[in-house]
Each structure stands twice: as structure tokens, then as C-alpha cells.
């Protein structure tokens, strides 16, 4: 068709179909060959391709839409009801789908997208904007996302996930591989990550966290169980503790005026400072048998009175004497511990 096209019913072709303008059907459309339209598509019914499907406009399908091999959309797409695609999927604009939404294939999406059923895709799904799936979302591959996430059901990720606003999760949420989040994250039930975790943000997850790999939080962490052996118990305002060190071998008791007769170890930020290059390790905790449990060896450095933070440790308290802190110096040097959070468990000292 050389122009525009415009049918009142139903309309069936049983090869391909090319139409050089826009197409309106007020019923329902199937198409046994490929399809290719140049303008913008408006389906009042359901539409079935058994091929691929080409738009070069916006398209818009008020019932179902089955699609058996691909489909390239070069605007926005809007599926009344549920959406099956056997093959690949692409969007350039915004994808709003009001039933379940089915990708055999990888999917990508240049705009946001918004589903109101469930969504699964089988292989890897790119997100330009922000995504929100009503139910459970399921990506068989890689997923990422360039805003924010929302899925308020189950969520699972066969390979890594990249999401470059927040993420929110309303029921458990499963990565295979590794998992990046520029934001915070808040999930609302279990947590299971097989490879590396990056947070920038807060990290929330109010059921229980299985994390295989390296763990990197920005903000703060709030999770009920782990798979470290032991519950952290986080405390709503951070307390800091400033040991000032003169002289070699000085020991200071540190005391930060918090109960700690139940806890079997603390949580803190350490970091450093010193009028002059040191290179002897600090050792904190609790001496066991003349020993202390943790033993952090300074940056060496070659300018003066800035701070180094060393990062966050679980300190153990499983030893005989009071929780201290010993720096080997030969000026004024400084620790200084934030304390986090409170360890329980019974077998922290392994």
C-alpha cells in the first residue's frame, strides 16, 4: 500500500504486508508474513505476526499482541493487554504495556518502560530510562538499566545488573552474576547475589542477604540476616571515637560510651593520620592471648595531616581484655573508629 491504510474490521493477510503511511484497524489484525510500516500503527484488537515486524512510527494495540519473530519500533509502543514476542524487541521511544509481557529473545528499550503484569525476558534487556514492572520481572541474561527500577514482585536476573538510578523490589530478588545500583536499593524480601555487589546508595533489604562476592556500600545497610554467620545490629546515629597517639607502642582503651557486654564484635570506619610517616601497623580489638585480631598496615604516605580512611571492619570482642587500640608512632598520630553497628553471633572468633 503506497499510502495510508484504514480498515473499520478485522483484518487478515495471509503474506507480507508494507504500508508506506499509517495504518488504522479497528479490529483485530493477523498477519502470516512480515509487516513494515512507515507511519504510525493504531490496532483497536488484538494483532498476531507470525514474522517480523517493523514501525516506523508509534504503535499502539488496544487487546493482545503476539509477534513470533521480531519486532523494531522506531517511536513509542502501548499494548492494551498482554504482549508475546518470540524473537527480539526494540523501542526507540516509550513502551507502556498493560498485561503480562513476554521477550523470547533480548529486548531493548530507548525510553522508559512501564508493565502492569508480569515480564520475562529470556535474553538480555538494555533500559535507557526508567523501568516499572507491577509484578515479577525475570531476565534470563544481562539487564541494564540507564534510570530508575521498580518491580513490585519477584525479581530474577540470569546474568549481571547494571542500574544506574535506584532500585526498588518488592518481594526477593535473585542475580546470577554481579550487580551494580548508582542509587539505593531497597528490597522488601530475601537477597541472593552470585557475584560482586556495588552499591552507591542505601542498601535495605528486610529478609535475608546471600552475597557470594565482594560487597561495596556507599550509604548505609540495613538487612535482617546473612550469610556472614552473624547479624549486625546497625545503630540509627553513628558514634565516633578519636584515639590520639604520642608515643611508641601507646595503647588506648576505646570507649564509646555504648553497651557492648552482648555484642561479640563492632563495625566501624577507621581511618588515620599522623604529623610524620608511619608505616607500623594498627592493631585494634580485643587482645586474645597478647594478640589483637585486627592489624590494618598504613598507606605509606609522604604529605602531612590528612586523614586516610581505611574502610570498614568488623573488629572482633571475643578476647580477654577491653577493646583498644595500639599504633606503633614516633609523633602525634591520630585513629579514628565510626562505629556502625553491633555484631551478634556465636562463632565470630572463625
Known sequence: ?????????????????????????????????????????????????????????????????????????????????????????????????????????????????????????????????????????????????????????????????????????AGSQSVAGSQAVQGSQTVAGDQSTNGNQSINGNLSVAGSTVLTGDVTVHGKLTTKHSNLGHSIAFLDEPVFYVAELSRRREIENIDFGVDLSHAKGVLCEVSYRSDNYESDPIALGARLEGDYPLRLTPNRWYYLNDWIHAGAHIIPLYGEEPLRVEWDVHHSAYVKLKLIGLVHGNRLEE
Do not use: P
Not at 133 to 142: H, I, L, P, W
Open 1 to 169: 500500500i503506497g499510502g495510508s491504510q484504514s480498515v473499520a474490521g478485522s483484518q487478515a493477510v495471509q503474506g507480507s504486508q508494507t504500508v508506506a503511511g499509517d495504518q488504522t484497524t479497528s479490529g483485530n489484525q493477523s498477519i502470516s508474513g512480515a509487516q513494515t510500516i512507515a507511519g504510525t500503527q493504531t490496532l483497536s484488537g488484538n494483532q498476531i505476526l507470525e514474522s517480523n515486524q517493523q514501525v516506523a512510527g508509534t504503535q499502539q494495540v488496544n487487546g493482545d499482541a503476539a509477534f513470533a519473530e521480531n519486532v523494531t519500533v522506531a517511536k513509542d509502543q502501548s499494548v492494551g493487554g498482554n504482549q508475546t514476542v518470540s524473537g527480539n524487541q526494540k523501542v526507540e521511544g516509550n513502551q507502556v504495556v498493560s498485561g503480562n509481557h513476554d521477550i523470547g529473545g533480548s529486548q531493548t528499550v530507548v525510553g522508559s518502560q512501564s508493565v502492569d503484569g508480569t515480564q520475562q525476558v529470556n535474553g538480555d534487556a538494555a533500559f535507557a530510562e526508567n523501568v516499572s514492572v507491577a509484578k515479577d520481572q525475570s531476565v534470563g541474561g544481562n539487564q541494564i538499566v540507564e534510570g530508575n527500577q521498580t518491580v513490585s514482585g519477584n525479581h530474577d536476573i540470569g546474568g549481571a545488573q547494571t542500574v544506574a538510578g535506584a532500585q526498588s523490589v
